[in-house]
């Protein structure tokens, strides 16, 4: 187990549904273990389905600490406050991305669709305007996250993007090696 300094909680952006294929879950639960394990408080966006109920409730299952943040207009769609350790109801989306930004100390972004695009964007849109300067992880499952690289790529072809921007996220294929980032990370 790696011993944390500086982060002490994650935030973990999600699909709420499961995906085509088994190994989304499998890899789900996998980081979710390591995050209890870790003992790192998993923040998240509060909901019971797909990956992000697989998640909450995985890191519950391995002792972890899990705090989800649920805009009022999902109620509907919201784990059962009981489930984890903390739930907290919110007004909008915005407000949720907002507190779920800053109460982590790091961000894992595992597969998911445009909800999950919109996390990953404003986590990087904020670090390029300094709004927080920490670590951002991709959970590349399966090839999930190859297009939207290639897509990086050609927006720093295309003078849209920095190559020095790039920096703001890392690709990682196994759970296990984004805690040895976030390790790094933590150590400087």
Same mark, same amino acid.
């Given at each position: 187990?790696?011993?944390?300094?500086?982060?002490?909680?994650? #935030?973990?952006?999600?699909?709420? +549904?499961?995906? &085509?294929?088994?190994?989304?879950?499998?890899?789900?639960?996998?980081?979710?273990?390591?995050? #209890?394990?870790?003992?790192?408080?998993?923040?998240?966006?509060?909901?019971?389905?797909?990956?992000?109920?697989?998640? #909450?409730?995985?890191?519950?299952?391995?002792?972890?600490?899990?705090?989800?943040?649920?805009?009022?207009?999902?109620?509907?769609?919201?784990?059962?406050? &009981?489930?984890?350790?903390?739930?907290?109801?919110? &007004?909008?989306?915005?407000?949720?991305?907002?507190?779920?930004?800053?109460?982590?100390?790091?961000?894992?972004?595992?597969?998911?669709?445009?909800?999950?695009?919109?996390?990953?964007?404003?986590?990087? +849109?904020? #670090?390029?305007?300094?709004?927080?300067?920490?670590?951002?992880?991709?959970?590349?499952?399966?090839?999930?996250? &190859? +297009?939207?690289?290639?897509?990086?790529?050609?927006?720093?072809?295309?003078?849209?993007?920095?190559?020095?921007?790039?920096?703001?996220?890392?690709?990682?294929?196994?759970?296990?090696?984004?805690?040895?980032?976030?390790?790094?990370?933590?150590?400087?």
């Amino acid at each position: 187990m790696i011993k944390f300094n500086r982060i002490k909680s994650v #935030a973990v952006f999600m699909g709420s +549904s499961f995906g &085509d294929d088994t190994i989304y879950e499998q890899q789900t639960i996998e980081m979710s273990r390591l995050v #209890a394990q870790h003992q790192l408080r998993m923040v998240y966006g509060g909901g019971k389905e797909g990956l992000m109920g697989v998640a #909450a409730h995985s890191v519950m299952a391995a002792g972890g600490e899990v705090i989800g943040i649920s805009p009022i207009t999902l109620s509907a769609e919201a784990i059962d406050p &009981d489930e984890i350790t903390q739930f907290i109801e919110v &007004d909008s989306i915005d407000e949720r991305k907002q507190m779920m930004i800053a109460a982590a100390d790091a961000f894992i972004v595992l597969p998911g669709g445009f909800g999950t695009l919109e996390e990953l964007a404003q986590v990087i +849109s904020w #670090a390029k305007i300094d709004l927080h300067s920490k670590p951002l992880a991709l959970l590349n499952t399966k090839g999930f996250y &190859d +297009s939207l690289w290639r897509w990086l790529i050609d927006c720093v072809n295309c003078g849209f993007v920095q190559q020095s921007e790039l920096e703001y996220l890392h690709i990682f294929d196994h759970p296990l090696d984004i805690f040895t980032y976030f390790k790094s990370f933590d150590d400087v």
